[in-house]
């Protein structure tokens, strides 16, 4: 059974800085193309950074862009998304999606069938 389980979210203060954990449990970790999405209140899910798998080439949404860095570790199975200078909009529940049958990263969440539950960051002002 496949699994992808976030954790890292929390209560923090606008300026801080979090990192986010998402490890894959049950399928091939190597050769997927990993991102994390996110779904503030009232709005749609969004994409928000992305991993390919060989070569590890990022990708980011361009409004986060410069404060958000996505990173993995084959290791633990595992990826990260670190947010600096947090905002009041960066508030959301963050998601993490795997695309198993590609290794080729999306911005579109058509493309990722597996998605772990979400973790919710609340930033306060």
């Known amino acids: 059974q496949v699994q992808l389980v976030e954790s890292g979210g929390g209560l923090v203060q606008a300026g801080d800085t979090l990192t986010l954990s998402c490890t894959t449990f049950?399928?091939?970790?190597?050769?997927?193309?990993m991102a994390w999405f996110r779904q503030a209140p009232g709005k749609e899910r969004e994409f928000v950074a992305a991993?390919?798998?060989?070569?590890?080439?990022?990708s980011y949404a361009d409004s986060v862009k410069g404060r958000f860095t996505i990173s993995r570790d084959y290791a633990k199975n595992t990826i990260y998304l670190r947010v600096d200078s947090l905002k009041p909009e960066d508030t959301a529940v963050y998601y993490c999606?795997?695309?198993?049958?590609?290794?080729?990263?999306?911005?579109?969440?058509?493309?990722?069938?597996?998605w772990g539950q979400g973790t919710q960051v609340t930033v306060s002002s």
């Open positions: 049950g399928r091939a970790f190597h050769n997927s193309a």
């Open positions: 991993v390919s798998s060989n070569p590890m080439t990022p």
């Open positions: 999606a795997a695309r198993f049958y590609s290794g080729i990263s999306s911005i579109y969440i058509s493309d990722y069938g597996y």
